[in-house]
């Protein structure tokens, strides 16, 4: 404990004398203090200096404010640590490695595109913490291709900050309440029967890399194709699916994370022609397991972009297959539940944004039926012809 007093000068009427706050003179007296500590140690009667000015204090309630002070245990100063963009990086990249090799190559390409933008001016920034929801906003804002393309990267930068927000590197998601990516799929159209006869007229004549005819790669092509067709999957996942996954007449698309493999029902004859087509490997029907996925997916890719080509439809795409399969189903009133399950949808509501038209053109169709129901309905025609 700390007591302050005042020492009184030579001029001063109690001149040698140790008071408290009181004193005649104008300015008063200085103030001293003596005794222990916040940190336990003694200290002699002396002078209390004001740390701000560093001059003697002379005010009572100032010298109170700085004694208080004085007893307080001094707190122990921790450094501040900040986290760097690249520190979070790679502490989010070590949390998913236990991703698909195309997941984490996408994973990276975002968020090293995403540090690129922060590390430039005129932002210079260094560090997680400085990283503002308006310098994603901007960032989000200058980004070009497929909405769907962009949804997955905005995805996955809210999912960054989510695991920084999680880990203490910020104290604030600031990729909470990014704005939703408008949808500009609607309008693509799928395959009409018409294009897909033409596809299958064009396999026999495609040719391999060489310009040769009635090549493997033709046989093979056909296979992939019709696996498109039926299943659904896409581009990157025929690629890697395994021959394992094949039994009957049936093809397991997708392995949910909580159980209950998705299995696709597909003609024997899809089966039979996949069997006999020239196989990559042991494992795999079309990659050999060997390289990058994505660089195996993208020359499949481009090979069916030359079927297309062929058939006299440069204007589509190979996902048209995907989008096929899943109009078929719906138009053919098969669930949507159903339906997004076989497509490997998160959640129902992905397949009811991209296949919405198609629903709503399922109900007008129900509802004529409807309408056709209630015609023979005798209480309704009487109702119709009293009113």
Known sequence: MLNIFRRHIGKCPYHGKRTGQKCPRKPPCPIHFEGVDGQGRYGDPKRLIDPRTQNGVRDWARACEIIRDKESPTPILVAETRTTIEQALKHYETKKSNRSEDRKRKIRIVLSRMAAFMAANPRNYQFITEIRHADLTDWIATWKGASTTRDRDQSIVQSFFKYCNRADFITKNVADGLDPIENDNEAKEPFTPEELEQVWAALPNLPDEYGRLGQPIAEQTAAFAY??????LAVSDVVKLKKSAVQGNRIMTYRKKTGGDVWTMVPEWVVDILMAAPHDSEAYFFWSGEGKLHTRASK?????????????????????FRHFFAVELILADV??????????????????????????????????????????DPLTRRMKQSG
Do not use: C, N
């Open 335 to 376: 669930p949507i539940d159903g339906v997004s399950r076989l497509l490997g949808h998160k959640s129902i509501k992905t397949t009811e944004r991209y296949y919405l038209r198609w629903i709503q053109a399922r109900q007008m169709r129900l509802e004529d039926h409807l309408r056709r129901v209630w015609s023979g």
């Open 300 to 320: 499949w890719f481009s090979r069916l972009r030359k079927l297309l080509d062929l058939a006299g439809l440069p204007h589509r795409s190979p996902h048209r």
């Open 227 to 232: 696996v498109m067709r039926y299943t659904g």
